[in-house]
């Protein structure tokens, strides 16, 4: 090789490192550069999403009969430019924005009913809506949606592929999911990704979540006998085998619910009491009858495994006990009185990607990772569409402990920090973009 050659090979290549390292630092800076107008966009609707919100509040409908608030959104979604369908499994909306560009499809989900109950409301801005309030959140998840639909609206040039908003309604009677798949919605959009999240009482300014199952595996366990002479014998041995079988016994930590968000013991801690276990969750219920003989309990679960493995110990232990012979069945069932009941299940490529990113642009502090779950008889029926596309539940931190906030969902005392609507849409406004950019 001549000395010339090599000058020209040693200039060509120095010329591809700075060139390369230009486009990199480019594509840097325009990553920077649509984060930064995310917030801008945020900071500028952000007075009006918390009209919009208390809006909501003040005229919240129970599943079925969210009439107003299926057209406040409908109306909204238009004004921003967006393909708009209503009526889709009931009052549920599809807000569809196309870039017009080829890409991802994401979609992003927010549920929009209120619950019925006679609790009052602890806000200056009460329902208005006799025996019906918003004591979840979702007025909050409806105005975020929006929020996050203007913000991205406003960044369209900018972005390739497809977004779609899904407005489900009856998610507090688990029905609405269902009814908006069964009236065709994945007929109507194609997404290839699909997000979700939910108030908790983790910090304003943060949000949460895992891979995996997000709430525990709930079911109820009945064991039945034949009548027996001594009715007594058999309740006693099943509550005993049931209670032992179970992972912590009444005194441990695990029952004082607090512990569920300490540092030490909870469900942020990689070594969390509430990680792996199996729980009894209510009284137990006995049924006798002049034949028959039931006995019911509530079970929480950390993970299918763990309860289908509880069933088969609990099963063989009383095929194999003294009482064999008066057995009629073991069931895992649900009971007979509650619907259903549904974990998000969050895809572990999706999660750790989307946490990345937004972890990446607003700060470490901004995610918090979870390595557990709490005892609590929560679900959501997202779990449906997440069975269908995978996809991400996330937590929202609506919770200020200054001002003595707790944003507790389902507790009467139920109210949140309206900063987390800022945070909503920013966060998941950019991880959108980082999404369909990628």
Not at 53 to 77: N, Q, W
Not at 178 to 203: C, R, S, V, W
Request: charged residues 20%; glycine residues 6%; aromatic residues 10%.
């Amino acid at each position: 090789m001549t000395v010339t050659t090599k000058i020209i090979r040693t200039t060509l290549i120095l010329q591809f490192l700075f060139y390369g390292l230009f486009a990199i630092g480019q594509n840097a800076t325009n990553r920077f550069t649509i984060h930064q107008s995310v917030q801008s966009r945020t900071d500028a609707i952000f007075d009006s999403l918390v009209k919009i919100r208390r809006d909501f509040h003040i005229h919240p409908e129970v599943s079925g009969k969210e009439k107003r608030t299926s057209e406040k959104i409908a109306s909204y979604l238009l004004s921003l430019g967006l393909e708009v369908k209503t009526g889709v499994g009931g009052y549920g909306i599809v807000g569809i924005l196309d870039t017009g560009r080829p890409g991802k499809k994401i979609a992003w989900r927010a549920d929009i009913d209120a619950i019925a109950t006679d609790l009052p409301d602890v806000v200056d801005f009460p329902s208005k809506n006799k025996g019906v309030r918003h004591i979840c959140g979702h007025d909050l998840h409806a105005t975020i949606g929006i929020g996050i639909a203007n913000v991205l609206a406003s960044q369209k040039e900018k972005l390739e592929g497809t977004i779609y908003f899904i407005f489900q309604p009856s998610e507090e009677n688990a029905k609405g999911a269902q009814m908006m798949i069964a009236d065709g919605l994945f007929n109507l959009i194609k997404p290839d990704e699909i997000y979700a999240l939910h108030m908790t009482p983790y910090p304003v300014g943060t949000i949460a979540t895992k891979s995996a199952n997000v709430f525990v595996h709930m079911t109820a366990i009945e064991v039945e006998y034949k009548a027996s002479s001594d009715q007594d014998s058999l309740v006693n041995f099943t509550k005993e085998l049931l209670s032992s079988a179970q992972t912590y016994n009444q005194s441990s930590e695990f029952w004082d619910l607090k512990n569920v968000f300490n540092p030490e013991l909870g469900v942020t801690n990689p070594n969390t009491i509430y990680k792996d276990f199996i729980a009894l969750m209510s009284d137990f219920n006995i049924k006798k009858t002049d034949d028959k003989l039931k006995v019911r309990i509530m079970v929480h679960a950390s993970s299918i495994e763990k309860l289908n493995t509880f069933l088969a110990s609990i099963k063989s232990k009383i095929e194999t006990s003294k009482y064999a012979k008066e057995l009629q069945s073991v069931k895992f069932d649900f009971m007979e009185e509650m619907p259903v009941f549904f974990t998000p299940m969050n895809n572990q490529e999706l999660t750790n990607a989307s946490m990345k990113s937004i972890s990446s642009i607003y700060g470490e502090q901004s995610v918090i990772p979870l390595y557990g779950m709490g005892p609590f008889s929560f679900s959501d029926d997202f779990a449906y569409f997440q069975e269908l596309v995978p996809g991400v539940y996330f937590f929202l931190g609506g919770a200020n402990y200054e001002k003595g906030i707790n944003a507790m969902p389902h507790t009467p005392t139920f109210a949140i920090d309206e900063e987390c609507i800022r945070t909503g849409v920013n966060y998941f406004s950019s991880m959108i973009i980082e999404r369909l950019n990628n």
